[in-house]
């Protein structure tokens, strides 16, 4: 199988999928609507629904019925990139090469198309796909619990207001600083990534085994994408990234590159990558478009 | 049946949920399990909560059974007020005779108080009741959707989305100025009370008939609670309000009291209960504190 025509493949269904996500006038006004697609459809790499489609594929289940939770978390993915960039929290002016949805719709208008996408994210859930199956039912329920308590107050929100409440600064004393790195972000970005995988492995039917390996190969994946992103923060140009770099050093941000060094860190993002595959590899799914997500993470220059 | 104790008896069934619902430290980082804890024990009436169990008793279902998704609109509601009050849309500094959260715990904290207020919701909505009856599973997935479709950009943020962008300003033109009003105010608080009784019928079990009465008498109390909301800004004292009294006057809002004056909009407010209980009748539900509910809702002096 080539790998980047089945990224290619997946991500040209999960548009598609995307487009029709979201309500549109006049059951919804404009104003919102238009504020939604705008960030929805300033690209990225539509990575955590990709994954989460591979994470179906790599049990056997129909990719079909991953498809809404993985857009949901695309959804929430996006809601969580607007809040962060408000003014009130990383107050950043440029995401994906393109102003920020604030500084061209006005704040208020940016705090609510993300509460919408948000709550859109979990209609969706429990809408689709329509079925009377209640196994289905009950994967549905399971998968927005997962994906519900990745992004709450224990999960995702928990981790940026750790970040904003300066729970990982330069300056703290440096007594089991990673430990506190990892905190963070096993929630502000790892644990979205996770539930992609998790929540794909429920609804195509994973048996308790296959679930618990993919969740534990995904929160390696989870915690090498953000030490390859800080890594990426100091080496790449802002044209590749699309936003700011150098940002977190500028801000004395305590980062994975700050503190192990940018060698030391991504021998960190080689060893999550090992230990993933151990972990699939034990499990039966090593050799899977999953896997190869896995590298994708490690190996991005964006 | 006296409904006043009816009240106390389900408020104090509900105050109990709303403390067990959320997520504590150390799984959830102290900053913001205060924060979300700091707003939803600010008090308020707990109309939703309570509408949405009597829903479920109206139609002679399990009343626990409506109890998760009666908190979940309760968190909803609060999370609306957190995000409505900041600087960037209504700029409040007091609700419920306390100062706002953005006040006490700085704007980025409130945004993300209420983003993991909105996803333990739908968390909430998911988990409970444990059951594994599949009739239980299909009606959480069909109250989620209610409640997320009331909530969402359709709903309640589109309502407000209105209200920021200027859709209802009493210097627009004024032809169906009425209308116009209704859009808004159907979206931002009729939304949400009308989801409450809908999703307390739908998880005790009610057939679709029932479903319907209750779906349109609820439309008529959401109505009714804007109309006399709109008076109430008008003529209610500060210390009864818990919030700042006049201010959608000074603002220069248009309101119903505004379009139609103090008594035409205490006619209307008459009007919608007479109409919700002619529904109710119709259904077989009118001696029910469901109907209480709703006159309590025009009677109400806060």
Redesign the interface.
Known sequence: MDFARYVDARRAEIEQALAAA??APP???R???D??RYSLSAGGKRLRPILCLASADAVGGPRALAMPAACAIELIHT?SLI?DD?P??DNDTMRRGRPTLHVVA????A??????L???A??LM??LPESAD?AI??R???A??VV??A????GM??????D??G?ASADDPLDDAGGQLRALHS?KTGALIRAAATAGAVMAGADAPAVGGIDAAAAEFGLAFQIVDDVLDIEGAPATLGKTAGKDAASGKRTYASLYGIEGARCMAADCLERAERTLRSAGLADSALMDIGRWIVNRSN
């Open positions: 979201l309500p059951a919804c006004p104003v919102v609507a504020a939604m809601y809040h408000l009130a929290m006005g704040e208020a208008i705090i609510l198309a993300g509460d919408g948000l709550t859109e979990f209609r429990a809408r209640p039912a009950a549905k329920l399971r927005i619990q519900a308590e992004a709450g107050a224990a929100v928990g981790g940026q207001a750790l904003i409440a729970g929630r």
